[in-house]
């Protein structure tokens, strides 16, 4: 039977109550950090024709934000486990808001990339990391679920964000919408308002008068020590104190990273080349363009609903089997593309494509959470961010240049399948190992505890016949 | 011939041991071309060394046939001849404005014997040929009626063709180079109809009736409609002091040849726009018009404007609404999501100042108060220990 992963905290999460306020900020924040990258491609059209440049010095923005939004996930950790979450979100969604109102004024295409690619980037990077850290500091018996709430974010405000860029390009201009979005953006400051600390009261363990015996000392030190083992003094030792790089000792999560960038160069590219597919089908612009409205509604439900499934009992202790199935279950839908016929195939494929993916994206961070623990689950995701950016990137032209290759799109979706199958099964051969060892490991430190409290009685009787000795002869 | 000339190469190569013989890696391929079109056929031999290539043309049925070689200018400059010799020998005949006379036999020959063009000798080695057959037709005498149509409101298009170059396999209709969906039939018949039941000004065009012959025939009917124009967008946006760009097309034939500007006051008066002058530049293209307004002024600018496009055939207008935005409109919309925010965070940090006191202390004595007390115990414990035994 696999045990659940130590949570590492000093306190019981409230599990509810502020959470579920904490659990709409981070949907604001989570939603603006994946769509808002997205939805600026409508305004491509319109900035092209005003510095008459190509399309891929305009694609180049999107890339920038992107690349920025993962390089700023380290530094974002370091930023959370400093100075906690609040603070960085706001000062995220105001940098993003000061990004997009100095790119209302840009004069040139460069002006666009630092403002909106950089800045932007790095202020949605400042937005993401928090909001996902806030939810395992609130929520520890119904995380998957405050999870998978949380990342639905994503698909409701693409599928709000698009039309209503579109409304806003039409009627201010580009220039006018970016200012306006600025404003928009900054409600992710809202957001980080929510996200209230949780605050520790300080513990008399840790006062420093204790005599320094070394009962003391092992006290302290077992329940408070939330970093690492500080042993060396040094270089090492001042970065660990930032962000935690021992996490690359921690099995489970380079089992973790490992799986996830076979995943990831497979992940996005078939959303990317959906509804270029479907035109390639012979299927008209608004029919394609509903097959991607399809899929985002049902990604939209598909996330609580894995979150909450991921919740129950039965599944919550083997949530690392039910992320490598779902990885898998992906792959297959990807394989299976190729055959579907006609506009109706495309519609089916488009609908269980939905689901895999919400489900991927709902537990994709829960797992995390539940491998590493909550306190080291910043630094975590911060460094899972700048290894995943390189699949994540290289994914669509990859997957691009092999429609370009074979000129057929079979190869393709046969090509991402296969990654995400292996990646999959991969993730689940090693959890099950993982969970045999983690299993293991918690018997034989169950033993040692109960032989130390063995001791430690035996210790406190004798010393307490010879205190009883002592205050007799005294 | 051709068995002679496999018997020779065969003898070349057991007589040449080391050096490679010449050899085609591309023969010329037989033409079938109309009069005054032209043609090409192409001709690739390898060896070592690098063989030479020529070009004959063989008049005549045998055993009487004459031997013409051909040169680049040869035929009143209708013969070009562009020939490569790098790694192999590539060589490429041209034949241009093509007769009835240039009907033949064409001969690429290729040798690369050091002896091969020495004629005191006994040519003891022959090049080795490559045939490729040029026929040349008379165009198909193609009927049509009528001849074209001008300022129709339908049409019925007829070709009818005498002396097809080979039996007729098809026919289809064309508009503008493109094939009309349901026109394609399999009928043998000379004569193909076509029926445009209703000419709109966007149904001229150059139509074509098309014979499936060897090779194809075909006859060009213009149809020639009134100018249509078309506003590319009826409502334009520009930004205060920035560019203003309004654009019209035309989707008829003949395309417009004559663009005009006119920007419509309240009166209905119209107010001709020419080129250059202020802030105003036209450019046009036939099925194109734009007309750029440097320097976009809220007061002046805003408000309609006509483009008319003329042709041979008469003019016609499309009409455009331009909005000219002001700098600031976007201005209030922004202001007041910022307020908004601001609104919302004091709210939440008051609500939350309110609130701060009961909620900590609940998390921290639920969790951790049966180990605290153990820790005591053992404190007090070692504290009273140390203490009595100072």
């Excluded at chain 2, 307004?293 to 499309?318: F, P, R, S, W």
């Amino acid at each position: 039977m696999p045990s659940p992963a130590p949570t590492n905290l000093d306190y019981t999460p409230p599990d509810g109550g502020w959470g579920w306020a904490v659990v709409f900020g981070s949907f604001i924040s989570i939603g603006f950090s994946y769509a808002f990258p997205k939805s600026l491609t409508i305004y491509y059209k319109e900035i092209q024709r005003y510095f008459l440049s190509s399309y891929s010095e305009i694609a180049w923005v999107s890339s920038i934000m992107l690349a920025s939004m993962y390089a700023g996930g380290p530094v974002s950790s370091i930023l959370v486990n400093r100075y906690g979450s609040r603070p960085v979100v706001m000062t995220g969604g105001v940098m993003v808001g000061i990004g997009m109102v100095a790119s209302s004024f840009a004069t040139s295409i460069t002006h666009l990339y630092i403002c909106v690619g950089v800045i932007g980037g790095f202020g949605l990077a400042f937005n993401l990391q928090p909001a996902l850290t806030i939810i395992g500091k609130y929520f520890q018996v119904k995380r998957p679920m405050a999870n998978g709430l949380a990342m639905a974010g994503s698909p409701v405000f693409l599928s709000t964000l698009a039309p209503l860029n579109q409304f806003l390009c039409d009627s201010f201009g580009w220039r006018g919408s970016f200012l306006i979005l600025g404003g928009f953006v900054m409600n992710c400051c809202v957001a980080g308002a929510l996200m209230r600390p949780i605050r520790v009261k300080p513990r008399m363990s840790l006062d420093p008068t204790a005599n320094g015996a070394k009962n003391d000392k092992e006290v302290s030190d077992e329940k408070t020590s939330t970093k690492s083992p500080v042993e060396k003094t040094g270089c090492a030792d001042r970065v660990n104190k930032f962000i935690d790089l021992s996490l690359f000792r921690h099995r489970g999560y380079l089992i973790y990273l490992v799986g996830n960038v076979i995943m990831f160069f497979g992940f996005f590219a078939p959303v990317v080349f959906l509804a270029l597919y479907a035109k390639h089908m012979q299927v008209d612009e608004y029919s394609a363009a509903l097959l991607l409205s399809i899929f985002a509604l049902v990604d939209m439900f598909a996330r609580p609903i894995t979150g909450l499934v991921a919740n129950t009992k039965w599944i919550r202790p083997r949530i690392q089997y039910f992320f490598s199935l779902s990885v898998a279950y992906n792959g297959l839908c990807h394989i299976l593309c190729p055959f579907a016929t006609g506009y109706g195939g495309l519609v089916v494929y488009a609908v269980f494509f939905g689901v895999a993916f919400g489900m991927v994206c709902a537990l994709l961070f829960e797992v995390l959470t539940d491998l590493v623990g909550p306190q080291r689950f910043s630094s975590a995701v911060g460094l899972a961010t700048i290894i995943e950016c390189a699949p994540v990137l290289l994914g669509p032209p990859i997957s691009g240049a092999l429609v370009d290759i074979f000129d057929d799109y079979s190869y393709m979706y046969y090509a991402c399948g296969v990654m995400m199958l292996v990646g999959g099964i991969f993730l689940l051969i090693m959890n099950y190992y993982n969970y045999k060892w983690l299993a293991q490991e918690e018997t034989q430190r169950r033993q040692l505890e109960e032989e130390k409290g063995a001791m430690e009685e035996l210790k406190e009787m004798g010393s307490s016949a010879e205190n009883e000795t002592d205050e007799t002869l005294a | 011939m051709r068995l002679l000339g496999a018997f020779v190469t065969l003898s070349l190569c057991v007589y040449h041991a080391n050096a490679a013989t010449a050899g085609f890696i591309k023969s010329p391929l037989s033409l079938m071309k109309l009069i005054d079109d032209s043609g090409q056929l192409h001709c690739e031999v390898i060896g070592n060394p690098i063989p030479e290539v020529q070009w004959w043309f063989i008049e005549g049925e045998e055993p009487d046939e004459t031997y013409i070689q051909l040169f680049d200018g040869a035929r009143d400059d209708r013969v070009r001849i562009n020939a490569t010799y790098v790694q192999h020998a590539t060589s490429t005949l041209y034949l241009s404005d093509l007769t009835l006379n240039d009907t033949g036999m064409y001969e690429c020959r290729a040798s690369n014997d050091p002896h091969r063009n020495e004629l005191k000798k006994t040519p003891k080695i022959k090049w080795i040929r490559s045939q490729a057959n040029v026929l040349v037709f008379e165009t198909a005498d193609i009927l049509a009626n009528p001849e074209s149509v001008v300022n129709q409101t339908s049409a019925i298009l007829n070709c009818t063709i005498t002396n097809p170059p080979s039996p007729i396999k098809g026919s289809y209709w064309t508009k503008n180079g493109d094939k009309i969906k349901g026109t394609e039939t399999e009928s043998v018949s000379s004569i193909t109809m076509y029926t445009l039941d209703k000419i709109g000004n966007t149904d001229g065009g150059v139509y074509a009736c098309v014979f499936q012959t060897e090779p194809q025939s075909e006859k060009n009917i213009e149809v020639k409609t009134p100018p249509h124009v078309k506003p590319y967008k009826e409502s334009e946006h520009g930004n205060e002091d920035d560019k203003g760009v309004l654009v019209c097309v035309s989707h008829s034939y003949p395309p417009p040849t004559d663009w005009t500007w006119y920007k419509l006051a309240e009166n209905k008066e119209k107010e001709a726009i020419s080129n250059g002058t202020a802030r105003y530049e036209i450019k046009s293209q036939p099925n194109k018009t734009t007309l750029y307004i440097h320097a976009l002024d809220i007061k002046t600018d805003m408000g309609d404007y006509q483009c008319q496009g003329t042709n041979e055939l008469g003019n016609a207008v499309g009409k455009i609404h331009l909005r000219v935005r002001s700098r600031l409109a976007a201005l209030w919309p922004f202001l007041g999501i910022v307020a908004e925010v601001i609104v919302l965070i004091t709210i939440i940090f008051i609500y939350e100042k309110k609130r701060k006191p009961d909620e900590i202390t609940d998390d921290d004595d639920s969790g951790s108060a049966p180990l605290k007390s153990n820790a005591a115990t053992n404190h007090k414990d070692k504290n009273v220990r140390q203490r009595n035994s100072n």
